[in-house]
Structures are given as C-alpha cells and as structure tokens.
C-alpha cells in the first residue's frame, strides 16, 4: 500500500515540538489530567513517526527523494525567531516570568506565516497554525500580565500550541497512513 498524502519532515518536526510543550507545560495540571496528555502527545507523536517512515520508504521505493525545503529564506525565517525568541525572553522574564510561554508561543506562531510562503502545498494548514499559535501566545501574554498565572499560561499557551501542532501533524500522519494512492513528491 502507498501513500497520497505525504507526512514530511516539517510534520515530524511540528509532531516532535508539539510533543514537547504538551509533556512540559501540562506538569501544573495535577497528575490526573497531565499524565493522560503526555500519553496523547506521545501516541500522536508515534502516529506521524510512522507516517514520515512510511513516507520516506515509498518515495525511495518510486526512486524520489523526500523534499526538504530548507533554503536560505527558512535559515533567515529561524535565525529572526532566535534573535526574537531569546531577546524577548531575556527582556520579559525580569518584568513577568509567566509571560514567556505566551511570548515563546507568539514567536512560533509567527514564524509560520513566512513559512506558508516557502511551502505552497501546505499554505492553508500553515497559515491556520500561525493564526492559532500566535491567538494562543497573545492570550497567554494577557493573562501572565493580568492574572500572573504561570499554570494557566502554560495551559493556554503551552499546552493549546502543543495540540495545535500535533493536531496538524496527526491529520496529515492519519492521511498518510489511511491512502491507497501513490505519493506524489510537493
């Protein structure tokens, strides 16, 4: 069986940092809800593993090398999210601890509207993260700078980012793993 709708490596990244905020940022939701949400987030993140593994076999067996896209313009893309990312942290964590999951997810989220730029084919998806991600980061900015509650900042912005990437990635992965189509290189 082969795949119609590849899962590239841009997913398993998505999956990997989705994977990430859910299993550090659901640590102040009490045991009983945290524990089931790091299994989800590692269960998805295993679905889209399987899906680029399985993805990668199948554009090698047709002879095709899966595209990666990394060019110059994603390189300037990350090293402008550093520069933003840590320089905004190291300004707003003096004046609001709790304000640096919503800046984290803000920075994230905007990185993706360059990307939709770069990726074409996964224009739609990647601006509907961006949108998602950067809501979230702004409301966790108004809520660490109103309530000044780290924990619901980290449910907010960290937990809600990581499902929206790992939602992405596992709609993409359970396309990949469900086709009967050939893949057909971006």
């Keep these: 069986m082969t795949t119609g709708r590849p899962t590239f490596v841009g997913h ?11 299993i550090v940022n659901a640590a102040g939701l009490g045991a009983a809800t ?17 899906a680029f593994v ?3 076999r199948v554009l090698r067996a047709a002879g095709d090398r899966p595209p990666v896209g ?10 402008i999210e550093a520069v933003a990312l840590f320089g905004g942290l190291a300004v707003l964590r003096p004046i609001e601890p709790a304000a640096a999951l919503g800046w984290i997810a803000l920075v994230v989220g905007v990185h993706f509207y ?18 998602a991600m950067t ?3 702004v409301v966790g900015l108004l809520l660490a700078f109103t309530l000044h509650d780290a924990v619901l900042v980290a449910t907010v912005s960290g937990v809600g980012s990581g499902a929206v990437l790992l939602g992405w990635s596992l709609l993409q992965a ?13």
Aim: aromatic share 10%; net charge positive; hydrophobic share 65%.
């Design 70 to 79: 990394f060019t110059r313009f994603f390189w300037l893309v990350v090293v």
């Design 114 to 131: 360059p990307l939709a730029r770069l990726w074409r084919e996964g224009r739609r998806q990647l601006l509907s993260i961006a949108t």
């Design 34 to 50: 945290a524990v089931p949400l790091r299994i989800l987030a590692v269960a998805a993140f295993a679905v889209v593993l399987v």
């Design 12 to 22: 398993l990244i998505g999956a990997s940092f989705g994977m990430v905020f859910v």
């Design 174 to 186: 359970v396309g990949t793993l469900s086709a009967r189509s050939a893949v057909t290189p971006g």
């Design 54 to 56: 399985r993805t990668v």
């Design 135 to 137: 809501i979230l980061g």
